[in-house]
């Protein structure tokens, strides 16, 4: 007996070690400068990492840790957000400009340092300060550690495909006139695929991503929609996609024609590469839009696949064309958002919390602000349950929440919203229009270490009923119900999938709909729970979760490291 126990310490002992030396430290320089492009037959002046549109793709094995030095050699404040990292303990490494730190000022740099635990899949990285996120986001590649592999079949490559928006203007000015006016700003002038418009656009024949396939081979399509305020329909012609995860998080396998992502999103995808090699397929995508009466842009960007073996006088003809869905195809959107589930039992699988501590419903979109200044109103005002939400000026929240400053934000966030109201009638402002007008406010809702909180979100229609992503950060939650109409909870409770819902950081609300949530606060911290539409958070639709600390040092916010830039 006393030989079994010492070979289960050797045993043990020797998997300790293991797994530490399959951890690396990854280190990278992001050099933030402006560089000057030509898109649309135009030259213009953006902000970039290392030169390049998107960045760089960071590629990390789960359990590493990285280190980003930021060096800011532009003229704009800027910070980066490390969009799905949960950041236990490494908070202060988050990235929301004033939420966990202050911004990183011209001239100057930061150290972000954190650890890649209990993930795996494909996240990104963005500029969290202002407009910037245009032109300053990138991939973030998570793979199984050293002697781990994929619950799918192993790709014979792995190939990111990241949406963006295109603005023939200065970014930070454009957001700067909405700032002030309170009206969204222009609608962008393009999207693109990894940077490239493609050949739908002017002076834009040579400007298309291009990806070169072999027969027979599959390919990991990691799909990030970059997008600053448009969910994407996108279709490869005459292939099928499986769908492996989302939100780098493993799901049960979903077949389909059709990818719908939101602004903030994810969607690792396989692709199999089974068609003619003397055909080329265009891969395409253009806007889902949720508010039909909203404007947006409405065209489509494209790249091409070319097979492998075809001869030259073949491989530029025939290019097939996918057949997307229609702009306004919510029932397509809503059948991919709602056939995701968890893959039961699979890497880094979480179950449903059962118990549960906080319960909120959370009203969401667009409304006015009141002001006293008639040349200047009305404004455009978003909000969470009528709370608009500003950033503070002078200390981050999380140095506030830190050294007990008072004054930075009030710990006043509702559990429901202020008024009840026939939420998705859009009419109803007609009879009450104070309903309209917001309140302005940096309000925060505390909870508990380790508690169990259910969010129902609910879309509102009293400016335009849409779909909004929300992103919640530091955390991943299960998406246990989706619908259409006011949530009703005698009605819709018996809706919730406590089996295998989705797990992610970033939802869709259903257009004049709702969406359950649940999470489990065990992140301490300021963490911040907004819509991943640009034009709406710099308007107020977002809010703060402070998480407080658990009962160990393990479970205790630590102190802001040395570098952590000032205000």
């Known amino acids: 007996m006393e030989g079994v126990r010492v070979s289960l310490a050797c045993a043990l002992f020797l998997f ?11 280190e990278h320089t992001f050099n933030v400068q402006n560089l000057t492009v030509s898109r649309l037959c135009k030259r213009q002046l953006i902000t970039v990492v290392n030169g390049s549109l998107p960045g760089p793709t960071i590629r990390v094995k789960e359990g590493d840790s990285l280190v980003i030095h930021v060096l800011n050699n532009s003229p704009h404040n800027i910070t980066i957000h490390w969009h799905g990292i949960f950041h236990r303990l490494t908070v202060w490494a988050d990235g929301p400009s004033m939420i966990t730190q ?8 930061y150290a972000y340092r954190f650890n890649i635990t209990g993930q795996e899949g494909t996240l990104w990285w963005h500029a969290h300060a202002s407009f910037l996120r245009a032109t300053v986001y990138g991939a973030l590649v998570i793979r199984p550690k050293s ?17 963006g928006e295109w603005w023939n203007t200065d970014v930070v000015a454009l957001e700067e006139a909405a700032i002030a006016t309170g009206v969204p700003p222009n609608n962008s002038d393009a999207y693109t695929i990894n940077g490239l418009p493609g050949n739908l656009y002017p002076c834009s024949k040579d400007r298309m991503f291009s990806l070169n396939v072999v027969k027979g081979k599959r390919y990991l399509l990691r799909i990030i929609n970059a997008a600053m305020n448009i969910q994407m329909f996108f279709k490869i012609a005459n292939h099928r996609l499986t769908v492996v995860a989302a939100d780098a998080v493993y799901t049960a396998p979903y077949v389909t024609d059709v990818i719908v992502i939101a602004p903030g999103q994810t969607v690792d995808a396989l692709l199999f590469a089974d068609q003619s090699i003397d055909t080329s397929y265009y891969m395409a995508a253009h806007p889902y839009a949720s508010a039909p009466s909203v404007p947006f842009p409405n065209t489509t960007t494209r790249g091409v696949i070319h097979y492998g073996g075809a001869s030259k006088t073949r491989r530029s003809k025939p290019v097939l064309m996918p057949k997307l869905p229609s702009f306004f195809d919510t029932l397509t959107a809503h059948r991919f958002y709602s056939n995701l589930t968890a893959l039961v039992n699979g890497p880094h699988w979480v179950p ?9 419903l959370i009203t969401i979109g667009l409304g006015l602000e009141a ?3 008639n040349t200047t109103c009305p404004k455009f005002s978003a909000s969470m349950s009528n709370h608009s939400f500003v950033l503070p000026k002078k200390l981050s929240i999380l140095e506030a929440v830190f050294h007990g400053v008072n004054g930075i934000f009030t710990a006043d966030f509702p559990d429901q919203p202020p008024v009840k109201f026939d939420y998705t009638n859009p009419n109803i402002t007609q009879t009450n229009p104070g309903l309209l007008f917001t309140q302005k406010s940096t309000s925060a ?12 979100l609910q879309n509102h229609a009293l400016i335009a009923a849409e779909s909004h992503p929300m992103h919640l950060h530091g955390f991943n939650f299960h998406v246990l119900a989706q619908g259409f109409g006011n949530y009703d909870p005698s009605r819709d409770r018996s809706k919730l999938n406590l089996v295998d819902p989705q797990f992610r950081n970033t939802l869709a609300v259903p257009v004049g709909g709702w969406a359950v949530t649940r999470f489990t606060a065990n992140n301490p911290g300021a963490w911040i729970f907004h819509c991943h539409i640009d034009v709406h958070l710099p308007f ?13 040092k393990a479970t205790t916010l630590p102190p802001p490291p040395p570098d952590l830039p000032k205000c």
């Open 147 to 163: 002697g781990h592999s994929y619950p799918f079949p192993k790709p014979h490559k792995e190939v990111p495909i990241l949406f």
């Open 16 to 26: 300790a070690v293991s797994s530490i030396a399959s951890a690396a430290i990854v």
């Open 102 to 109: 202050c911004p990183i000022q011209p001239g100057h740099r």
């Open 371 to 373: 002001c006293a200044d």
């Open 540 to 552: 107020g639709l977002g809010m703060i979760f402070v998480v407080e600390n658990g009962p160990t």
């Open 445 to 456: 809702k505390i909870l508990k270490f380790n508690s169990t909180v259910e969010v129902v």
């Open 352 to 360: 449903v919390p059962r118990h549960v501590d906080e319960e909120m």
